[in-house]
């Protein structure tokens, strides 16, 4: 009997949850409901999320950039410790050092960024798609404003705010540059240098065109001869002697690149290398070293500061650095170069509640300048991140101050040929080349593309680059 009704029961239940849950559905089906059940289910999770967040004991810590120093900070930080948010322009970290690759397709786009939301954080909303427009410190609140829709703003309160906004390129005041001049310090910017070339490469080929609007079209200015210019010019040799002969055989004779310097190429090595640099640059027949300054930049050309007029189809300009526009609204103190002054610790000098800290391009440490690289920003950002981490257990006076070991510069020149200048060893050539890559690709950021690119640098060695429009 008993187990007869228990089989009563399960019938009865079998029967009637179908119908329930159907009837529910059809109920969450009508437009009004739907709406209603959804917000209250929102305002349930985020009222969970956020007493967890108030009950955890954890400090909110805002980081400004996904860049060397942000993106250090980000991933060395103790999460158990805060609340890590971030807000960016860009949501990826981009490894700089390959970046001039990208422009005549040795690697891909994709081979040298990594998703920051791949790093994990607590909440799908602790990063932001936006950019910082200004800082009251007073209140520790940051305004921000999305990248998407820039008519939205809000804002961000925070507990620890680390600065590491970078810098942009210096235009030193220079007619024409900002209108007529391609940067190389983001993706984008070597995306527009790739279609670029590839688009003077294909007019050139036009009916009707004389010789001399072909060769205006297939000459390539760079200017500034650091690390960024010379490796740039580096790919371009790489790339017509490689693929342009093949792909554009006439028109291989036609290229030509200059590159400008008002000094010395890879002025921050040692004079020997300097010389095998430029050396290796005066005797190729298609490249050419003027040094020279630019006074101004036209729609089809480059002035130099004697007289001398060079009809290009392509300008890259690579010289100095700028504080960007929010560095420059924040009433801090700073150095004659506009960066955030510091003090050894990282903190910024004008807040006086030691709750904000600057790391990178945009800053720099009073009485203790480094040079504006990604080895300086990478170790700073790990440093801050222990010290943060530091911060519960002992005053600030107590953590030891950050201090900088060089550990050398590297760059390319072409024809698998560079220059290495570390405290250990100076050379140069084909052994330089390897060490160049082997470093290069050991701190790629995660094993993604740490495969990825010696699979482009594979394609490239069999197949040739990849000289797709789009």
Not at 74 to 99: A, E, G, M, Q
Not at 210 to 233: A, Q
């Amino acid at each position: 009997m008993a187990s007869q009704l228990r089989r009563h029961v399960i019938y009865i239940c079998q029967d009637f949850v179908p119908k329930f849950h159907l009837h529910i559905h059809r109920l969450e089906s009508t437009p009004k409901l739907s709406s209603i059940l959804t917000t209250k289910r929102h305002f349930a999770s985020t009222k969970s999320a956020t007493k967890d967040v108030a009950s955890s004991g954890r400090q909110k810590l805002v980081i400004l950039g996904t860049g060397w120093g942000s993106y250090s900070v980000l991933k060395t930080i103790n999460k158990s410790l805060f609340d890590v948010v971030v807000v960016s322009p860009r949501n990826h970290f981009l490894f700089t050092p390959l970046l001039a690759s990208t422009t005549v397709g040795t690697l891909e786009f994709r081979s040298i960024i990594e998703p920051v939301r791949n790093v994990g954080f607590r909440q799908s909303d602790h990063f932001h798609l936006s950019q910082a427009v200004s800082l009251d410190m007073d209140r520790k609140v940051l305004k921000c404003q999305s990248v998407i829709d820039e008519k939205m703003t809000y804002d961000i309160s925070y507990d620890k705010l680390v600065i590491g906004v970078g810098s942009m390129s210096n235009t030193f005041g220079v007619p024409g540059v900002g209108k007529h001049t391609f940067f190389l310090k983001e993706i984008s910017d070597a995306r527009s240098i790739r279609n670029r070339i590839l688009n003077n490469f294909e007019m050139a080929l036009h009916p009707g065109l004389s010789e001399e609007e072909k060769r205006r079209l297939l000459h390539i200015v760079i200017v500034g001869g650091g690390p960024t210019g010379v490796e740039f010019g580096a790919e371009l040799y790489d790339f017509v002697t490689q693929d342009v002969s093949r792909l554009y055989k006439k028109e291989q004779a036609l290229v030509q690149v200059s590159l400008i310097e008002g000094k010395k190429i890879l002025a921050s090595f040692t004079e020997r290398l300097q010389k095998y640099a430029e050396k290796k640059i005066r005797s190729r027949s298609q490249m050419k070293l003027i040094q020279a300054n630019v006074t101004e930049v036209q729609d089809d050309r480059v002035i130099l500061h004697d007289g001398t007029v060079l009809p290009c189809g392509l300008v890259v300009w690579s010289t100095g650095l700028a504080p960007r526009p929010f560095v420059k609204s924040l009433n801090v103190d700073k150095n004659k170069q506009g960066q955030i002054l510091t003090d050894k610790h990282l903190r910024v000098k004008s807040d006086k509640n030691s709750s904000v800290f600057a790391v990178g391009d945009c800053a720099d440490i009073e009485g203790y300048s480094l040079p504006c690289t990604a080895q300086v920003a990478e170790r700073e950002g790990r440093y801050l991140a222990k010290c943060l981490a530091s911060l519960g257990t002992k005053p600030i006076t107590e953590i030891e101050p950050f201090k900088h070991q060089n550990m050398g510069m590297l760059a390319y020149v072409g024809d698998y040929k560079g220059v290495t200048d570390t405290p250990a060893v100076k050379a140069q050539g084909f052994h330089s080349w390897i060490v160049w890559r082997s470093a290069y690709l050991t701190r790629l950021g995660s094993w993604r593309l740490r495969m990825q690119v010696p699979i482009d640098w594979t394609k490239t060695i069999l197949f040739g680059r990849d000289i797709s429009r789009f």
